[in-house]
Nanobody, 127 residues
């Protein structure tokens, strides 16, 4: 059972905006770097964005750079993904994942280093 749970996925029109939430139900959420990943039909899972333990470092996939913003609120035990100017190619199941890394300013956008995964939330961008 994963302590991370995603929410906020829905159907949205192209050009619209949507915010996803990743909530942590366990302890010591502040020690986790958190990444957002997505998987579209027929495609491999890809990294979308990540935010470091400190909150000072965020990395984005080139495809979403300038359109998506990741943020965290440790008091709320929640990491957000703010998505703007959505495109049909953003359609996917979105997952969040957390991991405790040694570096407080470190987060990768590759999936393998993360061991704690949510179950995903569906985002569909269509007119």
């Amino acid at each position: 059972q994963s302590p991370f749970v995603e929410s906020g996925g829905s159907l949205v029109q192209p050009g619209g905006s949507l915010t996803l939430s990743c909530t942590f139900s366990g302890l010591r959420m502040q020690y986790h770097a958190v990444g957002w990943f997505r998987q579209a039909p027929g495609k491999e899972r890809e990294g979308v964005a990540c935010i470091s333990e400190s909150g000072k470092v965020a990395n984005y996939a080139e495809a979403v750079k300038g359109r998506f913003l990741i943020s965290r609120n440790n008091a709320q035990k929640t990491v957000y993904l703010l998505m703007d100017s959505l495109k049909p190619e953003d359609t996917a199941i979105y997952y969040c994942a957390g991991e405790v890394f040694a570096g407080e300013d470190y987060c990768p956008t590759t999936a393998d280093p993360y061991r704690n995964w949510g179950q995903g939330t569906q985002v569909t961008v269509s007119s």
